[in-house]
Structure formats: C-alpha cells, structure tokens
C-alpha cells in the first residue's frame, strides 16, 4: 500500500493539570473522553453551492475526483498511477480510487512529522482518543520508516459503486480535506503529540 464531569482547566482559571475534570499524564488523557458535541466533526468552509449542481448520478473516476478538488481549489500532483497527493503546511493527503474496480474513494492523510518509537504508547493513546471522540477519519500508527520514526495517518474511505453525484462527491473531498487539517492541527495543539 502506499505511504501514504466537566472542571475548570488553565483557560477557565482552574488546575492546569487537569482538562474537562480528567485526569492528564503528559497532556495525554487518560480517563473517559468528553461527549461529541454538534460542531466537533466537520468544520465549515467556504464550499461551492453545491445545490446547483447536477444531480446525475454517475461512476466515480479519477478525472471527476480532479474535477471536484478543482472545484474546491485544492491544488494536487497526479503521480500517473491514479494517485493524486496535496501537500499542506504541516501535512500531505492522497487522494486515490482503491478495490477491485476503483469503486472506493481513499483519502489518507499523512502528517509531516513522525514520532519516535519510544514514543509508541503515547502515539497509541493520542490516536485512540482521536478515534474515540471524532468522526470521518479513522486514525493509526503506521509501520516505521527506514529511519525507525513512527508515521501517524488519518483515513477516509467510502465505497462508491453504485456511484454518486458531482455534489456529494464535492462534499466528501472537501470534509475530508478539512477533518485531515483538523487532524494534524490536533496533534501539534491538543494531542500534543508533533
């Protein structure tokens, strides 16, 4: 495959050793996460109209996967093997069709940095706690690098043989575009992670 009960914390005046009346190690939380809350998922962007576009429902391919990131004025770099890879400040994401027909959108986001391995068990707990309080990507730990750092993903697939419309498509690319940046800002900032 390729690379690709609530207490008041430091903000409210209250123990800066303490988040949501959790306890903290290492700024890694270590009890229960807090409920979602309307908001937390997807945030909001200045999208497309997405209502004024046709809703014929058609297969997915790559060049309609160009034509909506496009749209969303997410430049990309097509490596010729149907692989197309945006790159961000602080992180990279591949968008590609997988399975056996190329029915299955894939976007799998890659931060920049990567974590040592005596890291791992604070990797681990980062990741499941993005993966217990949050929707759309699933987060993992990736095998290490030649250079033995543990690489953290962020991925998003969705099977699409049946097909879609132009406009659900524009709007998958784009939430997954904007949980990635979520993601990786994240992990600098509360994962404390990178």
Request: hydrophobic letters at 40%; glycine letters at 8%.
């Amino acid at each position: 495959m390729p690379w690709w009960s609530w207490r008041p914390g430091p903000a409210d005046g209250g123990d800066p050793e303490t988040r949501s009346g959790i306890t903290v190690d290492s700024a890694v939380r270590v009890g229960p996460p807090n409920p979602r809350q309307p908001g937390d998922d997807c945030p909001g962007s200045d999208r497309p109209v997405l209502t004024e576009m046709p809703a014929t429902i058609e297969p997915v391919s790559l060049r309609r996967v160009c034509d909506a990131l496009d749209l969303l004025d997410v430049r990309y770099l097509a490596d010729g093997d149907g692989n197309l890879l945006a790159m961000w400040e602080r992180h990279a994401v591949l968008v590609t069709l997988e399975g056996p027909e190329d029915e299955i959108l894939v976007m799998r986001a890659r931060p920049h940095a990567t974590v040592p391995p005596d890291w791992a068990d604070r990797a681990y707990r980062v990741v499941n706690e993005w993966n217990h309080t949050r929707r759309f990507c699933k987060a993992y730990i990736g095998d290490p690098t030649e250079r033995g750092q543990l690489p953290i993903y962020a991925e998003l697939q969705v099977p699409l043989g049946a097909g879609t419309h132009d406009a659900l498509l524009v709007e998958m690319l784009d939430c997954g575009a904007a949980v990635a940046t979520s993601f990786v800002d994240w992990l600098h900032d509360e994962g404390a992670l990178l």
